[in-house]
């Protein structure tokens, strides 16, 4: 039987948008201050989640909401489940909108709105897709769930609650990230390090005091902002010639500005996402081989040496001895991404290691626990995610890869990604869309949005296959 799945989806455009700008007016951001029972991240993810799940009794699906952490929409029958994993919780707006973010539009054939590609663009075309299957009147040997989680943006304690109670969908697919297929994903490591920093020995002759250091807001992200407090009676005439001299041969931005008492030093580097540390410019990195041709005090010098004994160059973990690959996903990656030091108080980086699948994190953490040592650091915090990995035969990917390729004619081999996504909640679970590829990338962004077109096209391809992976 051979079914004009596109064709199919496109009756149900109206209505999917109607549904959509619905859902998307929703302000679903995390809301600590009108959690209750039954609500646990606040009143606004709570009506998200009812708003889906009525959307699902309406149709004549069963329907259960756990406790207001996640719910789900099933239909058909069967021991099996099949799983569509998406999320009603959207980021904050941020500034710089044309329009409402929650007062959705649609302008150039674009559906803009907080959300609506990450990720209530995909629910609401997952709904579309499981009325399309069930208004086909398609058998099915295995029940089908569209399990909505409400807190992917921030803890995924939607997913882990969730899971505690209700059985893990035997396949399973999230619509979160990218087409066609994410079947791999690195493991994600975060560590902080910290330590003790006393209070500077009498200086030296011409030494200078490391009083503070600063740079980065979070782990996964490559510092572009760097700063230094220097203190000391040294020659500030020649500090500030050295300092020229560096920033002209490395061709980077930053300044000296001079006071009373100290010197404050300012580097620019290039943000970047912490999966690709070696694509930023790390403004931590390079003020630390700026402050290595300076004499800094005992405790100062040591933390600028930590950074470039042990980051400095080296994204790929050689300088801490875990330089690692694997042929599914590549090289673990390193980003210094927060550095704190204040003289007499403390130092402290926090790290973002991603590493392969067949990487062992508890060799990776004591072998960094071993080499900052010397440096007066400790790990004091560990932030865990395993990696996730779908062999590329699987027949979860193989179907979806069959039902990409069939109905765009495109290529849909399945590959790996740095960064961690939704999928990893699922055993097994791949990405499958939304975003198609070369498309901008406009989730967590102001103006998000996503090409209708898309979203129908979408929906019609989660429709086959929740028809080909249940039937
Ligand atoms: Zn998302």
């Known amino acids: ?239 500030k010639e050295q300092i020229q001299d560096f920033l002209l041969t490395h061709r980077i931005r930053g300044y000296a500005e001079e006071a009373d008492d100290h010197l404050m030093l300012v580097m620019e580097g290039v943000a970047h996402h912490g999966s690709e540390p070696d694509q930023g410019v790390n403004a931590a990195y390079c003020m630390a081989r700026l402050l290595r041709g300076i004499q800094l005090d005992k405790n100062g010098n040591r933390y600028i040496s930590l950074i470039h004994d042990l980051l400095d160059d080296s994204y790929f973990g050689e300088k801490l001895g875990i330089a690692q690959e694997d042929e599914q996903v590549g090289r673990l990656t390193v980003n210094g991404g927060v550095f704190r030091y204040e003289s007499g108080k403390g130092q402290h980086v926090e790290l973002n290691i991603r590493y392969p699948i067949s990487g062992d994190m508890e060799s990776i953490r004591n072998q960094v626990a071993e080499k900052v040592h010397p440096y007066g650091l400790e790990i004091t915090h560990v932030d865990h995610k395993p990696g996730n990995y779908v062999r590329p035969d699987h027949p979860l990917v193989k179907t979806l890869q069959n039902v990409y390729e069939e109905q765009t004619g495109e290529k849909g081999e399945p590959f790996s990604i740095g960064g961690a996504t939704y999928a990893r909640a699922l055993r097994p679970g791949v990405v499958f869309g939304p975003l198609f590829p070369g498309h901008p990338e406009k989730a967590h962004q102001k103006d998000e949005f996503m090409v209708v077109d898309d979203l129908v096209k979408a929906a019609a391809l989660y429709a086959q296959a929740i028809y080909e992976l249940a039937k």
């Open 1 to 239: 039987m051979s079914i004009h799945w596109q064709q199919k989806m496109e009756a149900y455009r109206e209505e999917l948008l109607e549904r959509l700008k619905e859902l998307c007016s929703i302000e679903s951001v995390l809301d600590e201050s009108t959690a209750k029972t039954g609500a646990p991240f606040g009143q606004g993810i709570a009506e998200a989640l009812d708003y889906m799940l009525k959307l699902g009794e309406k149709e004549g699906f069963l329907t259960k909401n756990i406790e207001g952490y996640a719910g789900h929409i099933e239909y058909g029958e069967g021991e099996e489940i099949v799983g569509i994993l998406t999320h009603l919780d959207v980021v904050p707006t941020g500034e710089g909108w044309t329009s409402n973010p929650f007062e959705p539009e649609i302008r150039d054939g674009k559906f803009y709105a907080r959300g609506v590609q990450d990720d209530k663009g995909p629910a609401i075309a997952a709904f579309f897709a499981l009325k399309l299957v069930k208004e086909l009147g398609l058998s099915l040997n295995r029940r089908v769930r569209l399990i909505f989680g409400t807190d992917e943006e921030s803890q995924w304690r939607d997913v882990k609650y969730y899971f505690e109670r209700e059985p893990m969908p035997d396949l399973a697919f999230t619509p979160d990230a990218d087409f066609p297929i994410i079947n791999a994903e690195k493991g994600l490591l975060d560590l902080t390090l910290s330590g003790s920093a006393e209070t500077a020995s009498a200086m030296n002759e011409g030494e200078w005091k490391l009083a503070r250091f600063e740079a980065g807001q979070r782990p996964n992200m490559v510092p572009d902002f760097a700063a230094v407090r220097l203190e000391g009676d040294g020659d500030v005439f020649e500090l």
